[in-house]
DNA sequence: GATTGTCAAGAGCAGTGCTCTCGATTGTGT
DNA sequence: ACACAATCGAGAGCACTGCTCTTGACAATC
């Protein structure tokens, strides 16, 4: 039966090599996918021999698709990157009105994050022990934060009087390599400096909620999560409606 | 040497019973120390055969102790979250306006994080897998916000033109009642609701800059934080100078 | 058809949390 | 002062973990 997946699989992603690596190519997947479900039930601890006895296979024979535990944990972590990023870039909808474009991408991250609690973990938690995070990461870990910008970019921000706080120069260039970085580069430093407060305020926010912070104190999240961000939105500037 | 350690510190603690009760309480004392300094090197994984293995005890001792790894998990979470407290106390000072009191305190609490990461990814972090927060740790926890309550109490915010955004009528109860808890009754909620949306920026903030997600963009990382809080504080709506 | 590369399985090592039992020590009541 | 009870440390042992190495079976290639 699990050949029978594997086949499948590997038609769908196109990919017309040897069988053998095909084969390949869906087994690391099928492992993948067992190791995001026991993630989900066991938390951050990962037991490959767990993941090896479900798949009905050695605890060795695993090390044959990834050199270690933390191998097969980064592997997780770039496809959680990915899939928060791809969250953020299907909820982003150009014909909206700023401020509401930027709730709807954070909504949607918040969402995903409730949907995969532990991969959100896995990437926003607190690192994993003995793991570095290697350079596969930074790559998928840009994408969502790219939404964003492509919204700021859009629309750059009204200037609000009244918030004209000196950012120090020293943060200049830093700030606009940022706004280059998400292809936001004609934003002004404090517009983008104040955009990425509110990104953090975002992942803050998530992280409170998700890890427990929230608990017997406020029970309608969402509409709390959604005043803070449009709260956030005018801290920016972005127009609404 | 062990039990000079002990009886020193038993001197010093004050509580005068019996000597076995002493030599106990220090006991668990010095297993919390030793604990604290292997979450200092090995990170969140705590061994209890390596703590007993360095205070020289066999490891099924440790368990006269403390009941289960657990358990001493938890009694390290409720020290750290004394330890942020206090931090958090002793950062505030009454005769300072209220946006730098807020700023400085904001400051003392990422200066603890940045000197106890670890203990500070115990209570913000993600949450260990098997671990459900007992009852034991939300008295210590409020100690933090407690010491913001005070600050926004002692000087509530100026109202903000411009920012009315409607705060929806399902939320006034639960955020009045945050109010309450943190001992600022008097505040509007909307002011109150900034304020956590800022209390949650902080904690965004200081744990993006510590579980990594800074690394290679921003290292002038105390004047950005600084400057980010600042404008969380005009966000509340506390007077600055 | 023989060779080469790839794969899964098993045994084994060092480590973990935790339980149980067994002496030894200490504190207390008579 | 003595006996009883409570406490404590150590050791063995169980089931589990990540990981390595070796062995044998399979498939792809020349």
Redesign the interface.
């Given at each position: 039966m699990l050949s029978i997946v594997c086949n499948n699989l590997a038609m769908a992603s196109g990919k017309a090599t040897t069988v053998r690596a095909r084969v390949r190519e869906e087994m690391t997947n099928e492992i993948k996918i067992v190791a995001r479900q026991h993630l989900g039930v066991?938390?951050?601890?990962l037991s490959l021999r767990a993941v090896a006895r479900e798949m009905g296979m050695a605890s060795s024979a695993l090390y044959r698709y990834f050199a270690s535990r933390d191998d097969l944990l980064t592997a997780l972590i770039v496809d959680a990157y990915n899939s928060f990023g791809e969250a953020a870039e299907n909820a982003d909808d150009e014909n909206v009105q700023p401020a509401q474009r930027w709730i709807a991408v954070a909504k949607a991250l918040r969402q995903w994050a409730l949907n995969h609690p532990h991969e959100y973990?896995?990437i926003?938690?607190?690192?994993?022990?003995?793991y570095k995070?290697p350079q596969d990461t930074?790559g998928p870990?840009t994408r969502t934060v790219k939404v964003l910008g492509r919204i700021l970019a859009a629309n750059p921000p009204i200037s609000r009087p009244?918030?004209e706080?000196e950012?120090?120069p020293?943060?200049e260039q830093?700030?606009s390599?940022?706004a280059e970085?998400i292809q936001a580069g004609a934003l002004s430093t404090p517009a983008m400096?104040?955009a990425?407060?509110a990104w953090?305020?975002?992942?803050?926010?998530i992280?409170?909620e998700l890890?427990?912070?929230l608990n017997?104190?406020?029970?309608?999240r969402e509409?709390?999560f959604e005043?803070?961000t449009?709260?956030?939105t005018?801290?920016i500037g972005l127009k609404s409606e």
């Open positions: 066991e938390g951050a601890n973990a896995l926003f938690g607190s690192p994993v022990p003995g995070a930074i870990a009244g918030d706080i950012l120090p020293t943060l830093p700030i390599n940022i970085m400096a104040r990425l407060a953090m305020h975002i992942l803050g926010s992280s409170f890890f427990g912070q017997n104190t406020i029970e309608r509409e709390w005043y803070q449009r709260v956030m005018q801290l």
